[in-house]
Structure formats: C-alpha cells, structure tokens
C-alpha cells in the first residue's frame, strides 16, 4: 500500500494571502506513461469531497486558478495563490497509481 | 445535473448486514465506473470498492475484501454495496463516487454524492 503523509495537519490563513500544503507518497507516484497520478480534494464543513486537482496538476472543472498543484515523484504540494473565506475545509492528497490512498488531511482554516 | 444520491445507511449489530444504493442521475450511467469511499468519525477518506461501466471489472480495499460486495442496475442506474458481517469499524459515512473518465476506470473521483451513514454497535 502506497501510504500518503501530508502536512501541516493544520493551516490557519489570513485571507488574501497565499497558502501552501505538501504531500508525501512512500513511493514515487510517476509512472512511465508521463502521467503523476496524484489528486488533491477539497472537503468543505458538512459536505462530501470535491475534486480540485488531477494527475499533479490539472485543475477539475469549475475550480478557481487560484489553486495549483505541482511536484513529481514523491514530493507535491496544493498552492492556494490568495486564499478566500469559501477555502476553508480540509484537503486530501491521494493517489491513484495504485489501490487508492489518502492522506490524513490538511485543516485549512481562517485567521 | 450530475447527481448522486445514497440511501440504505443506519445502525445495525454486530456481524449483521446492510445494503447500500447510491441512484444516479444527470449523465450516461452505463458510461462510467462508480466507486465507494467511506470516512471514519473524524477520520480521512478511505476507497472501499469500485465497479466498471460494462460490469465486467470490480475490486476492493483489502479490509472488506469477501464481506462486500458491490453492484450496479443499469436499468435504475443504481449502485449497490452488499455489506456482511459488519464490524464496529466498519462504522463511517459512505459516499458514492462517479469515475472522472468515461468508459475507462482512473479512479480519479469527480462527481460525489452527500453520503449515507452506517453505525455498526450493538
């Protein structure tokens, strides 16, 4: 199993400033097709997960450029440019190049 | 628009089953692969299952491996998750998940249902 560590675990942010979220996977998620089969979703209070990004760095329909995602191998990282009010909720890196895992979340509140 | 929506969750003893639905609406059922992912009482998100869109294909994580078993109605664009001798940890908010991409399974999940709970206490 392909174990996902994120961190911090939590993240208090002073709207309008840039945000930041690392991932780690216990192997590398690049397989030999090109493709980084890692995805980052955003869980808002109360509500189920929304996808943000796909395979390292495409933004999933609907999703504000003002989140990123980069990183290849093991190392990944969420870039939130400016943060805003509706950010808040917890972030899941996961990955798909095998069984599916998750990481344990990424608390993202406001200051 | 794409919609999913769970039913069949509640409270049930120890060693008992459940069965949940998960109804589709929106978009061409038979066109995609579904997934079950559940989350644990203030945990993370953990896959359970997932069956392709021509049926042919299904899986699971290895803790519920032989106790679950997952379906689909293509004439009630229905999912299903047969679940059997359930356990206190078993307990979490299972949500459906439509695969992002048509026809091929990513399991990448981009269209979510709200969920449906299952408390497995005596």
């Known amino acids: 199993e392909i174990v996902m560590t994120q961190s911090p675990a939590s993240l208090p942010v002073t709207p309008g400033e840039p945000a930041s979220i690392s991932c780690r996977s216990s192997q590398s998620l690049l397989y030999s097709n090109g493709f980084i089969y890692l995805q980052w979703y955003l869980q808002k209070p109360g509500q189920s997960p929304q996808l943000l990004i796909y395979l390292g760095s495409n933004r999933a329909s609907g999703v504000p450029d003002r989140f990123s995602g980069s990183g290849s191998g093991t190392d990944f990282t969420l870039k939130i440019s400016r943060v805003e009010p509706e950010d808040v909720g917890v972030y899941y890196c996961g990955q798909t190049l095998q069984t599916p895992t998750f990481g344990q979340g990424t608390k993202l509140e406001i200051k | 628009q794409e919609q999913l929506v769970e039913s069949g969750g509640g409270v049930v003893q120890p060693g008992r089953s459940l069965t949940l639905s998960c109804a589709a609406s929106?978009?061409?059922?038979?066109?995609?692969?579904l997934h079950w992912v559940r989350q644990a009482p203030g945990k993370g998100l953990q896959w359970v299952a997932f069956?392709?869109?021509?049926?042919?294909?299904?899986d699971y994580a290895e803790s519920v491996r032989g106790r679950f078993t997952i379906s689909r109605d293509k004439f009630k664009n229905t999912l299903h998750l047969h679940m059997t001798s359930l356990r206190p940890d078993d307990t979490a908010v299972y949500y459906c998940?439509?695969?992002?991409?048509?026809?091929?399974?990513?399991?990448?999940?981009?269209?979510w249902g709200q969920g449906t709970t299952v408390t497995v206490s005596s």
């Open positions: 998940a439509r695969d992002r991409r048509r026809v091929v399974t990513s399991y990448i999940m981009d269209v």
């Open positions: 069956m392709s869109s021509d049926e042919t294909n299904k």
């Open positions: 929106g978009f061409t059922f038979s066109d995609y692969s």
